[in-house]
């Protein structure tokens, strides 16, 4: 049972463009969140999906968005792109009472 | 506010020597709490989980943490540090213990471990 695997595992852009990312669950795994680690600090949650739809936010703009799909995948848009969007974006999956995380997109906005 | 406190941004520690890693938070009820390690350029690994019961919980690799209510504290400890387990260690909780993921994590603390 392959964990949580995320794509690409770094990516460069420059301010103003726009990126995706992708999150493959763990097996069995329906809630998707997504949190922003920048450097030096602690992951901070950006939004959480569920049977499709966007059931919590945190504190982030609107350039922030995203995506489920039937199959539990999910995608981490996001628009207009700083400087200080650069950062390790990870995904993680929930069952029960647990999240486990996938390694990460190093995200680095030039 | 809510928050959760990890007051060493680094700590160093001799191979052999005892560990304890500080977290306190500030909720108004006892969240779920947790302990998830970080190894350079990777992504996060649980080491072990509070919800309630026994409020000394074992981990995986050695790693112990103890909840203390009156404290609002969740120390993490290992009785011998092996030069492996150099990471960064991160505190979190789900405040509303509802299982909705939504963790909040403190700034997390760097272990360096001296051979």
């Known amino acids: 049972d392959a964990g949580v695997t995320q794509s690409p595992t770094h990516l460069i852009k420059t301010r103003g463009q726009q990126v995706t990312l992708r999150c493959s669950p763990k097996?069995?795994?329906?809630?998707v969140s997504w949190y922003q680690q920048a450097l030096g600090q602690g992951p901070q949650f950006i939004f959480q999906?569920?049977?499709?739809?966007?059931?919590q936010r945190g504190n982030f703009p609107d350039r922030f968005s995203g995506h489920q799909f039937p199959n539990y995948s999910s995608e981490l848009n996001v628009n207009a792109l700083l400087l200080g969007d650069s950062a390790l974006y990870l995904c993680?999956?929930?069952?029960?009472?647990?999240?486990?995380f996938g390694p990460g997109t190093r995200l680095t906005v030039l | 506010a809510q928050s959760v406190t990890q007051p060493d941004i680094h700590i160093t520690v001799s191979e052999g020597a005892s560990l304890e890693l500080r977290c306190n938070y500030s909720?108004?009820?006892?969240?779920?709490l947790f302990w998830y390690v970080q190894s350079p350029g990777q992504g996060l690994q649980l080491l072990l989980k509070?919800?309630?019961?026994?409020?000394l919980v074992q981990g995986i690799k050695g790693f112990e943490a103890e909840f203390k209510r009156s404290q609002s504290s969740f120390n993490l400890r290992k009785p011998s540090v092996h030069w492996s387990d150099a990471a960064e260690y991160f505190c979190?909780?789900?405040?509303?213990?509802?299982?909705?993921?939504?963790?909040?994590f403190g700034t997390g603390t760097r272990l360096k471990v001296l051979a």
């Open positions: 909720y108004g009820a006892t969240p779920y």
């Open positions: 509070y919800f309630s019961g026994d409020t």
């Open positions: 097996s069995g795994h329906d809630t």
């Open positions: 993680a999956t929930g069952l029960g009472n647990e999240q486990f």
């Open positions: 979190a909780v789900d405040p509303t213990t509802s299982g909705t993921y939504k963790y909040i």
């Open positions: 999906y569920y049977e499709e739809e966007e059931r």
